[in-house]
């Protein structure tokens, strides 16, 4: 009886999921008493930052690649997009910073680290193809100075920085949906693992518990 | 080793917490932080607005430094031009840069091919209409040896760049030479780009529609009216230019380890820059992204102690 229930994939599926992550560990309205610092606030901040920058994008991308040029609406949501960007990343850095002089990686915690700089390396090519896609003189220079780094590494052959069409596609597509499903797939992480407690002073040696 | 049996690493591991929790709400957190990031987005942007300084032209190019228009085209046609000695992925006429005797480049190949001399120059001057100077010119340039051509083009790019170059109306004004046809054809390719058309022709010689400006972006970069708008905006390379942003606006400021490589002497002179400047921060994202195990690295944030800051309360209540 129990081996034809194990069998049924869609409730080990459930099963899998709701162990990983029951209802009170995904929205938890606790947390161990060390969380307590404003360095706790800048994963949150970076998450609202890249909120911030889709939902300028969407208008943009609504409107069409050129239309900023010739509207003052336009270019009020291009400074927005523009400006949220700068916060996300100083967001970001600060976030990495903080989780780095944390050791945040301790107890399990090595793939949260990484997933984390894989959204940072992914967040800047989002943002170089950005620098691509404005259609005007600073599109023009960066694509032409960014072209010979490209080449260098034999990427250019399939990733043209000169082709507008193609940059476009990674800036508003690809890149975005990359960028997202690594912070998902971080902010789980975290979620899973719970917050990581404080070095113990004493610095005993003691057996890992598990 | 099992993980149960393996010996605590306080760089690595944790002891499971078991003390005190205390009341926290991740969705208010959250909405405010939307609050205030979505204030601060709408404050700046009022302030600083953003910089968009409009594309420039082909035609601009050819009206304001006539002379840098018709040189950059004739080495082009001599083969001394950025573009024409490129090699990948744009042609074979080099190896791209190299490291340790292997450059990717080559290996990846030659994928958007550019005939420099005929995709910036011939081509566009042939397809004009109606005019029988420049089909004539052409038709000479093309039934000539590869040798004459190359004789008549280095002419011509010598006379053009010498102190007796002069304009009168837009038009370029060489010395008297053995030009063959190249300094007609050049003429007529000034002429065109003056008029706009070469803009059009450039983009539209592959198709109706066209999303890809690989050519025209390739033949303005290789003349100097590019570089030195971009070098007013402080935004060359080796003007930490690469974080830069017209105007002075905040650009990509996260490129900074990136762009400082560029400024080392031995790699802010060396031919294959490009490639170690990017091995070198790969190798630097590496080290960043395993930092968790390696020794040593993962333990500068317990010997700095910036930690006993951060949770400087939890120490206080212990
Ligand atoms: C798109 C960018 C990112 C977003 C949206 C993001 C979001 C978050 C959030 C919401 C948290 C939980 C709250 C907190 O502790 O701050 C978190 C935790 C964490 N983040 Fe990020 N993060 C990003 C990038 C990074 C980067 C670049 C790193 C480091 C290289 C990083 C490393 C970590 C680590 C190790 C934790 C676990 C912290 C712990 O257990 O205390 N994250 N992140």
């Not at chain 1, 404005?134 to 043209?160: E, L, Y």
């Not at chain 2, 100097?224 to 017209?246: P, R, V």
């Amino acid at each position: 009886m129990t081996t034809a229930t194990d069998k049924n994939w869609t409730r080990s599926l459930r099963k899998a999921g709701e162990s990983a992550f029951p209802p009170e560990r995904l929205l938890p309205d606790t947390q161990p008493s060390y969380v307590a610092s404003w360095i706790y606030v800048f994963g949150a901040l970076t998450m609202a930052a890249l909120g911030v920058v889709t939902a300028t994008g969407l208008v943009l991308a609504v409107m069409g690649p050129t239309w900023w040029h010739h509207s003052s609406t336009g270019h009020f949501i291009n400074s927005m997009h523009l400006w949220s960007v700068e916060l996300f990343f100083f967001a970001m850095v600060v976030h990495l910073w903080g989780k780095f002089f944390m050791a945040a990686w301790r107890g399990n915690r090595a793939l949260t680290w990484i997933t984390g700089v894989v959204s940072f390396v992914v967040s800047i090519g989002t943002a170089f193809t950005g620098y691509l896609s404005q259609t005007n003189f600073d599109s023009q220079w960066i694509a032409t100075q960014a072209k010979d780094g490209i080449n260098s590494t034999g990427g250019g052959a399939v990733f043209n920085v000169l082709n507008f069409g193609q940059m476009l596609m990674w800036h508003i597509t690809l890149l975005p949906i990359g960028v997202g499903a690594i912070v998902v797939f971080h902010v789980l992480l975290v979620r899973r693992r719970g917050v990581v407690p404080p070095f113990e002073l004493s610095g005993a040696k003691e057996e890992v518990a598990q | 080793m099992t993980k149960s049996s393996r010996r605590f690493n306080i760089d690595r591991d944790v002891a499971p917490w078991t003390g005190a929790t205390r009341p926290y709400d991740i969705a208010k957190e959250v909405a405010i932080c939307f609050l205030v990031i979505g204030l601060l987005t709408v404050g700046l942007s009022v302030l600083f607005s953003s910089p968009d300084d409009p594309a420039v032209t082909l035609k601009q190019w050819a009206v304001s430094t006539p002379i840098d228009f018709a040189t950059t085209a004739a080495t082009e046609l001599d083969g001394t031009g950025g573009t024409a000695g490129y090699g990948p992925p744009y042609n074979t006429a080099a190896d791209g840069p190299m490291v340790l005797g292997i450059s990717p480049a080559k290996i990846a190949g030659v994928h958007i091919p550019v005939d420099a001399a005929k995709d910036f120059v011939l081509s566009p001057v042939a397809a004009l209409p109606e005019n029988p100077v420049a089909s004539q010119a052409i038709a000479t340039y093309e039934a000539a040896s590869v040798e004459q051509r190359q004789t008549w083009a280095a002419n011509y790019d010598a006379a053009v760049t010498a102190s007796t170059v002069t304009t009168a109306g837009g038009k370029v004004i060489v010395a008297p030479g053995d030009y063959g046809p190249v300094a007609t054809i050049v003429d007529q390719l000034v002429a065109m780009a003056q008029s706009g058309a070469l803009d059009t022709t450039m983009l539209t010689q592959q198709r109706f529609f066209s999303t890809d400006f690989t050519k025209p972006l390739l033949f303005i970069s290789d003349g100097s009216f590019l570089a030195n708008k971009a070098a007013i905006d402080h935004l060359q390379g080796d003007q930490w230019g690469m974080m830069n942003e017209t105007g002075s606006w905040p650009g990509q400021a996260w490129l900074w380890l990136y762009t400082m490589w560029y400024q080392v002497p031995g790699l802010s002179t060396s031919d294959n820059a490009d490639l170690q400047v990017f091995l070198i921060i790969i190798g630097l994202t590496l080290l960043l992204a395993f930092l968790p195990f390696i020794p040593g690295l993962r333990s500068i944030p317990r010997w700095t102690r910036v930690y006993k800051v951060i949770w400087k309360d939890h120490y206080r209540n212990m």
